[in-house]
């Protein structure tokens, strides 16, 4: 029986691991002297999010859909797999 990874667990995996990012901010914090955060946005490859996403994006300037980075996810992916599946590898 083949192993699946669990898509939604990945995510929220990646998530916390853009977190890991304190030494980065404090050295960007450092070397310009401004102040600035991380902010994971992850999203999978099918479009799968995490319950903090709309959070997270209310903390970055501008205006963002989740609908469209959704979209957008999903037709990369798919661009990816019609690339392999045209190649016949």
Do not use: F
């Amino acid at each position: 029986m083949a192993g699946a990874i669990p898509v939604k667990s990945y995510v929220t995996q990646k998530e916390a691991e853009h977190l890991r990012y304190k030494s980065l901010r404090i050295r960007i914090q450092r070397l310009w002297n401004i102040k600035c955060m991380v902010t994971p946005v992850v999203i999978g490859a099918i479009g799968i999010v995490t319950r903090v996403l709309k959070k997270n994006l209310e903390a970055v300037p501008g205006t963002h859909s989740i609908d469209s980075l959704q979209k957008a996810a999903v037709l990369g992916t798919s661009n990816i797999i019609r690339k392999v599946l045209q190649s016949g590898t």
